[in-house]
C-alpha cells in the first residue's frame, strides 16, 4: 500500500494530477476540492493516498490530509460506494458538511453530489450515522459547523434514546423540533418540542 505521493507535481487535470517521485510519474486521482488547492505545476506537494488494487490496475487517490482520506475510506464501506462517488461526494461537500449531513440524517445535501441517489443517500446515512459519531474530528466537525445548534440537538437525541425511544425516530424528532423552537439553544425547549413530535 502506498501511504503517501511526494515529489513535483507535473500535471494537472479535472480528476486528476501527476506526481513525480525520482523520474517516476504517479498519477493520483483527487477530489475538485483537493485539485483547486493545488499550487501550479513545478512545485512540490506531497498527498496521502488509498491505493486499490485490482487484477488489472493499481489505482491512488489523493488528498491533502488525513481526515479526507479517513473520510473517503469510510464511504466505501458503505455497499454501492465506490472510490468514483467518494470522489464525487468530497468534491462537492466539504468534510465538515459531508459529516453533518449523515449524523443530521440531510439526505437532500447528499442528493446534490452527482451519482448519489434517495437510496444511496438513505444508505450512507444508515451505515454510517454510528461509526462516524465515534471518530474524534467528527465532533469537531459539527462544532464547527454549527457549534450551538448541534450541540443542543445532540443532547435532545441521547436524552430521548435514554427514554427508550428509537435513535432515528429520535433525530427526526430533534431536528423538526429544532427547527420551530423560539430558542434553539435552550435544550429543554427543544426535548419538550421534539417528546410533542414524538407522541402526536
Not at 470522489?87 to 453530489?113: W, Y
Amino acid at each position: 500500500m502506498i501511504a503517501h505521493v511526494s515529489g513535483e507535481l507535473t500535471l494537472v487535470e479535472a480528476d486528476h494530477v501527476v506526481i513525480d517521485v525520482g523520474g517516476v510519474g504517479y498519477k493520483v486521482y483527487a477530489p475538485l476540492s483537493v485539485i483547486a488547492e493545488l499550487p501550479k505545476p513545478g512545485t512540490r506537494v506531497k498527498l496521502h493516498t488509498y491505493t486499490q488494487v485490482k487484477e488489472d490496475a493499481i489505482t491512488l487517490y489523493g488528498f491533502t490530509d488525513t481526515v479526507q482520506l479517513n473520510l473517503f475510506e469510510l464511504l466505501l464501506t458503505v455497499t454501492g460506494v465506490g472510490p468514483k462517488v467518494a470522489l464525487n461526494i468530497l468534491s462537492v461537500l466539504p468534510v465538515e458538511s459531508t459529516v453533518e449531513a449523515i449524523s443530521r440524517d440531510d439526505t437532500l445535501a447528499l442528493n446534490r453530489v452527482p451519482g448519489v441517489g434517495n437510496k444511496m443517500a438513505q444508505r450512507i446515512v444508515l451505515e454510517l450515522r454510528e461509526k462516524i459519531m465515534t471518530l474524534a474530528w467528527a465532533e469537531k466537525a459539527r462544532a464547527a459547523a454549527a457549534p450551538g445548534e448541534a450541540a443542543v440537538v445532540q443532547d435532545v437525541v441521547e436524552g430521548l434514546v435514554a427514554l427508550g425511544y428509537d435513535r432515528q425516530a429520535a433525530r427526526r424528532a430533534a431536528d423538526q423540533a429544532l427547527s420551530s423552537a423560539k430558542d434553539k439553544r435552550d435544550t429543554s425547549e427543544v426535548l419538550r418540542l421534539a417528546l410533542m413530535q414524538l407522541t402526536k
